[in-house]
């Protein structure tokens, strides 16, 4: 075994048992700490709870690294499809280390929290991300796949919001919709045409054909099939935020003429 592969090995290992850990013991002890609120949710909430924690943390460390990547790695910038970045390689393995960890707790807890979408989203992404850890291809790609996952702490943090009862039209919730409504779009949606567009400039390349017919194909395909995933969480957020916007106009209305009516 060389040294990328133990190096693979060992950042999945560790990446998995951090986040077991996290999720069965430290997300506890925490967020009683911090969050009062968090000791009186019911036995379900609190497993929902400690996954989003998990996804959140696991969110910010690979979306950290993802964006220097995106930025300052030359070995990935300089060949999208043949640069081999072992930066890329740890952050991949990071992250295939949770999902990893979040499938055996979605199937642990499949009555709580289970959901196919997820189920397809993980495996998916794992036998996209084997291809860059086990052939060292496609290292710049499989990167700014991963920048995708900067939108996660604000769509957990909606949910911690809705968990604790905080009231819809509260401030925190508002800024937190907001934000969640645009990273999403940006890092999800706005980032599909350059991406495709770069796809098809490579397609027929030396490069591109020198990948093989297995990855050329797994490549499209699996990332059409995240893609579409995006799109319809896309419409499902967009929907919410168009509710949201349109109850608190309401609201506002009504106020107008309550004062109206008390001049």
Known sequence: MDTNTKLVFSTVFTSFFTFQLLFHFISYWFSAKVSPGFNSLSFEKKIEWNSRVVSTCHSLVVGIFGLYVFFFDEA?????????????????????????????????????????????????????YSFVLKDGVLAYIGNFRLLAE???????????????????????????????????????????????????????????????????????STCIVLDVMNVMWMIKITKGCVK????????????SLQNGKLD
């Open 150 to 220: 900067l939108s996660s702490p604000f769509v957990n943090q909606r949910w911690f919001f809705e968990a604790l009862k905080y009231p819809k039209f509260s401030k925190a919730n508002v800024i937190n919709g907001i934000l969640m409504t645009v990273v999403f779009f940006i890092v999800r949606i706005v980032s599909m045409p350059p991406f495709y567009s770069y796809i098809y400039s490579v397609l027929g390349t030396e490069a591109y054909i020198r990948l093989g017919f297995l990855t050329q194909c797994s490549w499209i």
């Open 76 to 128: 990935a910038k300089a060949d999208p499809l043949w640069g081999d970045s072992s930066f890329v390689k740890v952050t991949i393995s990071i992250s295939s280390g949770y999902l990893i960890s979040d499938l055996l707790i979605l199937i642990l807890y499949w009555k709580v929290i289970g959901d196919k979408y997820f189920i397809i989203h993980h495996c998916t992404a794992l036998y996209a």
């Open 244 to 255: 949201v916007i349109s109850l608190i106009r309401q609201e506002k209305a009504k106020s």
